[in-house]
């Protein structure tokens, strides 16, 4: 069965936590608007359960030594309206549209892909030249953004709770990077490999934009969808990887409930078992390790976690599992006991998973 179990359901930014304190706390409009991004992520959910199930997963090819980049971007005008993909407005080697949102889109998607192919060699998400299509202006004040299994989409905010969702490099970097997870070993989107799922976007996310800032590992401010929020929130992003659990307090949205230590892991039924929750968990651990490392972050603590996704092979991973397959790569990678891998250890003990 391909069920509740999908690797890919509609993998949005806005975790549900957050929609579902909009249904309970906002005013009418507000309320009408978060039931139906709820509604839309179940409509989403049933698509892909209709949907073929995927093939083998099977870790992505490395490009060879010399080999040219195949980065191909379409971005598409939806013009508010809720029909993917939209108007062709912008091809591969196009010059800026003037449109901000289609240039934001189609930047990211190339700054993306550049982390990827020149860091880790990977020729994109599927490690053999995938063309990467992106829709802006997704549906009318739509506050929200999502990689459905295919392509990127992005709404406008609705200008009050967020401002237009192509803002954060990070979080283009987040929502294509679930295709990488998608085309590589494949995190079912439930409980802790969900959260790991999550994890990984978050990760690769920051990682796209301190790659592309130049930044080092103290440099950076770890966030996911900084600057996003509309003026009358209280909150500097959705999600801090430095610390978890502290990245908004708004009387509308409440407060960020991610934990960063096993000691306060969520158990829950909504969000898919928590996994934009509980992700705080291993998202503080990485963090903690590029910290320790220190330097620049995708060097390696992000070619440790690469590696580990390229190797791991278990769609159903526990954290546990993931923090052990990442030892074994920072001791392939780095040596037995070498600094690397021990300070990877530290952290995983810091969080309380070992
Ligand atoms: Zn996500």
Redesign the pocket.
Known sequence: MHGMNSHNPL???LPPHMIDVLKMRGNAKQKRMAESLAKEGLKFRMQRQAAEPPTAYLAAPSVAPGAQPHLEREVYDCQTKATLPGTLVRREGDPPSGDQQVDEAYEGAGDTYQLYFNEYQRDSLDGQGLKLVSSVHFRKNYNNAFWNGSQMSYGDGDGTIFKPLTGDLAVIG??LS?GVVQYSGGLMYRDQSGALN?HF?DVFGVLTKQYKLSQDAAEADWLIGAGLFGPNINGQALRSMAAPGTAYDDSLLGRDPQPFHMDDYVVTQSDNGGVHINSGIPNHAFYLVAMMIAGRAWQKAGHIWYQTLQNINNPNASFLNWAEETIARAQTLFGTGSREAILTQRAWKLVGVF
């Open positions: 993998e949005c930014i987040h929502e679930h999550e976007a």
